[in-house]
């Protein structure tokens, strides 16, 4: 194999490895090495969090109707399991539902009719709808109050609902956090609110596993730390059911539980559920999480009428299930539309953009899913996109950085106005 040194590297491990740290944006190489509790950052440096917490306590106590949104990926499960079981070990007797998305949708967009409709006092939204500017006014001028705990980009606080968002707070300086960090931070204010010092570090674990699934960067030391001791705590019956199921992957080479397993052995089976699973499979599967020993039928081979198990062993299995299904669909639509691809001459662009329609018979779902794997085999940036009733294209990009003509695809699209169309 031929190759060159770009940089001649240090001859000292230890100045090797602050060096290679350093290349790739760790500023805090000692917080990197040696993640600690002392690079947690205070949650009242998020914007809102006090009043997030006073708006839920206020509910809590008034035994209001609670309507929690459970966001469709790992990361929304997890945020919304967080709250969910935090509010119960307080109020076991809450009047407190949650809603699963049929599709991978995010937000209010798919469900805002079914909440209106509803006698809910309070929704909270994890892990989404920080851009949900009408649909909170809508919830507002029917005087049911809105609770956002986001890490996504958004252009402005809504007017009409609480945001507690990373990304908007100026003095909070980890923007790479998932939602389930920004909802740990918001049950640390919460601590505080019920006189229940460090109660919320029982969720670690969950926060650890929607921030590896969520390919949040490691860079900033807090991030780092959760992940790191969350992997040590966990407590969670739904999690371990998964670290069961998948335990000859996760520790055939290491007796301990690390990020880069979860990465590749767990998070693909929760995101699989997500995609292609059932509306049932994607309530057991948030169930897991907050009732996981609960019995049910089993459907495994061979099962009888009568035959039970419980949730969260269950659905460890079929998420397995899910996983494979999801596996052939992907290949036969990866298939499809890589024959497309050369039909079309595609790669004599720059930008791959490959067109499906409903013939096609590619899950929305898979789509994000099949455009990084294009990517990935074509070294350029991608979308697959469907036109919708108004004509525009509306799909799945994924860019890649190593390119260097358009090194940042989200940028470009935006700079040029596409963005609108994509």
């Known amino acids: 194999m031929k190759y060159k040194l770009k940089w001649e590297l240090p001859h000292d491990a230890t100045t090797c490895l602050g060096w290679l740290l350093s290349v790739r944006g760790v500023e805090n190489i000692e917080g990197y090495v040696y993640p600690d509790k002392k690079y947690e950052l205070n949650p009242r440096l998020l914007d809102n969090i006090d009043a997030g917490a006073a708006l839920l306590k206020k509910h809590l106590d008034n035994n209001s109707n609670i309507l929690l949104v459970v966001d469709a990926d790992t990361d929304g499960y997890c945020s919304s399991a967080m709250i969910y079981l935090y509010i119960k070990d307080f109020y076991p007797e809450v009047k407190l539902e949650y809603i699963c998305h049929e599709h991978k949708q995010h937000g209010l967009e798919d469900i805002i009719e079914k909440v209106e409709e509803s006698n809910y006092n309070l929704i909270i939204l994890p892990d989404a709808s920080s851009n949900d500017y009408d649909y909170h006014k809508r919830l507002r001028d029917m005087n049911k109050d809105v609770l956002v705990i986001d890490h996504h980009e958004a252009e402005k606080y809504s007017e009409y609902a609480i945001v507690i968002n990373n990304q908007l707070s100026k003095n909070y300086p980890n923007k790479s956090f998932s939602g389930a960090g920004v909802v740990y931070k918001f049950l640390m204010a919460m601590d505080d609110l019920m006189g229940k010092p460090s109660h919320c570090e029982k969720y670690m674990d969950l926060c650890a596993l929607a921030n590896v699934a969520d390919c949040m960067s490691m860079r900033h ?73 609960k019995l049910i039928q089993t459907d495994k ?31 036969r639509a990866t298939e499809l539309l890589d024959m497309r691809v050369h039909k079309y001459d595609l790669l004599d662009n720059k930008i791959l953009i490959i067109q499906v329609d409903d013939k096609d018979n590619i899950p929305q779902e898979l789509r994000g899913l099949i455009c990084a794997q294009f990517v990935n085999r074509y070294h350029r940036p991608c979308a697959i996109v469907a036109r919708n009733e108004e004509g525009f294209l509306r799909g799945s990009i994924r860019g890649n950085d190593s390119f260097e003509e358009v090194p940042d695809f989200k940028a470009f699209l935006e700079k040029s106005g596409l963005m609108d169309y994509v």
């Open 221 to 293: 030391p807090e991030t780092r730390y959760y992940i790191m001791e969350g992997l040590k705590r966990v407590q969670n019956e739904g999690f371990k059911a998964f670290i069961n199921q998948q335990s000859y992957s996760l520790f055939k080479e290491t007796k301990e539980l690390g990020y880069i397993g979860i990465a590749f052995y767990i998070a693909p089976l929760l995101n699989a559920v997500v995609r292609v699973g059932t509306m049932g499979e994607k309530r057991l599967l948030f169930e897991a999480f907050i009732n996981p020993n």
């Open 301 to 331: 081979r061979g099962a009888k009428p009568g035959d039970v198990e419980r949730i969260a062993v269950e659905m460890a299995r079929r998420a397995s299930n899910a996983r494979n299904r999801q596996n052939k669909t992907k290949e």
